[in-house]
């Protein structure tokens, strides 16, 4: 089974920037899709963003413009990069993927929290 590993996350003040990575034990081509997704503190775990196998992307409304994802297939890794960090993105980030043939994303990496701090 291809686990997911997310690393990259710390403690950044607001506007700051950090790049999660997500870094699949097998071919990154397992996945049809890999997502991020994020659970603030005492929130339920929500969608952030998505790539697919052939590139496209979707984000959330609260990140569009700031967070970039993108995916080094050579290194079997999905990145997202966060800009101008606000206290709200402070959460525990996952990430997830998607089978080919599934709607659902069943392969969950185990987090890094972020946080957006003064």
């Known amino acids: 089974q291809v686990q997911l590993v997310e690393s990259g996350g710390g403690l950044v003040h607001p506007g700051g920037s950090l790049r999660l990575s997500c870094a699949t034990s097998g071919s990154i081509f397992s996945f049809s899709a890999i997502g991020w997704y994020r659970q603030p503190p005492g929130k339920e775990r929500g969608f952030v963003a998505r790539?697919?196998?052939?590139?496209?992307?979707l984000y959330a409304d609260s990140v569009k413009g700031r967070f970039t994802i993108s995916r080094d297939n050579a290194a079997n890794t999905v990145y997202l990069q966060m800009n101008n960090l606000k206290p709200d993105d402070t959460a525990v980030y996952y990430c997830?993927?998607?089978?080919?043939?599934?709607?659902?994303?069943?392969?969950w990496g185990q987090g890094t929290q972020v946080t957006v701090s003064s």
């Open positions: 997830a993927g998607r089978r080919p043939g599934s709607s659902e994303y069943n392969d």
């Open positions: 790539i697919s196998t052939g590139g496209s992307t």
